[in-house]
Antibody
Framework: QLQLQESGPGLVKPSETLSLICSVSAGSISSSGYYWGWIRQPPGKGLEWIGSIYYSGSTYYNPSLKSRVTISVDTSKTHFSLKLSSVTAADTAVYYC????????????WGQGTMVTVSS | SSDLTQDPAVSVALGQTVRITCQGDSLRSYYASWYQQKPGQAPKLVFYAKNNRPSGIPDRFSGSSSGNTASLTITGAQAEDEADYYCNSRDSSDNHWVFGGGTKLTVL
């Protein structure tokens, strides 16, 4: 059964870059028909799509975050990554990675999420 | 871009039927997916597209769509259905996705 697990620092300083990894087990990032996405949720607020990547490397980003976001796939195809630069307190959130089924679209498998706090 | 609008809160009596709605222009072109999130947990997919329910999701969860509105219906709501529910869909930019603001469902 496919499992996703986020990992990375729980505390990031303002103006620095947030870096997270999503490890994929019991499945392959190279599976056709799926994107791999990042979603975040600030404390007490709703979900926000950050961006998605296809195993070939094609990426799609939320326009509101596009200038600061980079999503990449590891060459081993066992994990994909999120980098968010120039972070502020507004980027404090639980960050989730998810498998994204396409046509019809759905985020069908989610990681448990990891809390990232931006603070000096 | 496109916004998806949900009612912030909805309540239903135990065993009764409740409909949670999601409105947005992009829903005229794309199907919605629906997610249930309980406190401290990751969201869970409960329904998507025209008629797709993931394995393990009770058949009391169903979905529908008309015009710019998608709906998630729970027929015979149970106490364990109390949660936040989010819709999601592509926006008019095609390869971008957007979540609704979420609906907090209370089962009375």
């Amino acid at each position: 059964q496919l499992q996703l697990q986020e990992s990375g620092p729980g505390l990031v300083k303002p103006s620095e870059t947030l870096s997270l990894i999503c490890s994929v087990s019991a499945g392959s990032i190279s599976s056709s028909g799926y994107y791999w996405g990042w979603i975040r949720q600030p404390p007490g607020k709703g979900l926000e799509w950050i961006g998605s990547i296809y195993y070939s490397g094609s990426t799609y980003y939320n326009p509101s975050l596009k200038s600061r976001v980079t999503i990449s796939v590891d060459t081993s195809k066992t994990h994909f990554s999120l980098k968010l630069s120039s972070v502020t307190a507004a980027d404090t959130a639980v960050y989730y990675c998810a498998r994204q089924y396409l046509l019809p679209d759905a985020f069908d498998v989610w990681g448990q999420g990891t809390m990232v706090t931006v603070s000096s | 871009s496109s916004d998806l609008t949900q009612d912030p809160a909805v309540s239903v009596a135990l065993g009764q039927t409740v409909r949670i709605t999601c409105q947005g222009d992009s829903l005229r072109s794309y199907y919605a997916s629906w997610y249930q999130q309980k406190p401290g947990q990751a969201p869970k997919l409960v329904f998507y597209a025209k008629n797709n329910r993931p394995s393990g999701i009770p058949d009391r969860f169903s979905g529908s769509s008309s015009g710019n509105t998608a709906s998630l219906t729970i027929t015979g709501a149970q106490a364990e259905d109390e949660a936040d529910y989010y819709c999601n869909s592509r926006d008019s930019s095609d390869n971008h996705w957007v979540f609704g603001g979420g609906t907090k469902l209370t089962v009375l």
